[in-house]
């Protein structure tokens, strides 16, 4: 079983930045990548952004691009999504998720089998 615990919502200007963090713990985490997944209210989840299994590869959702960066921490444990020049329709809750590091559904939701409880980001106009 892999835990994980998001941190670093809040409300922020647009314009603004917030840096989401996402920590792991439990069993092994070495075969698990992960990806960061939001969901805005009356609207379905969607991706975000991934790693690879590797860790080497970062994907984007085109709206994010260029604005959010996915980094991992030293311990690999650790996940971050830093977020700058946010946007009001970036208001959602963000989640964290954890896959199967061969998987190579890396947008696909139903491929994360682990999923932390979510951290609410809110931008105003």
């Known amino acids: 079983q892999v835990q994980l615990v998001e941190s670093g919502g809040g409300l922020v200007q647009a314009g603004g930045s917030l840096r989401l963090s996402c920590a792991a713990s439990g069993r092994t985490f070495s075969g698990y990548a992960m990806g960061w997944f939001r969901q805005a209210p009356g609207l379905e989840r969607e991706f975000v952004s991934a790693l690879s299994g590797s860790g080497f590869i970062t994907y984007y959702e085109d709206s994010v691009k260029g604005r959010f960066t996915i980094s991992r921490g030293n311990a690999k444990n650790t996940v971050y999504l830093q977020m700058s020049d946010l946007k009001p329709e970036d208001t959602a809750v963000y989640y964290c998720?954890?896959?199967?590091?061969?998987?190579?559904?890396?947008?696909?939701?139903?491929?994360?089998?682990?999923w932390g409880q979510g951290t609410q980001v809110t931008v105003s106009s």
């Open positions: 998720a954890a896959r199967d590091a061969r998987t190579v559904r890396v947008r696909d939701s139903t491929a994360y089998i682990y």
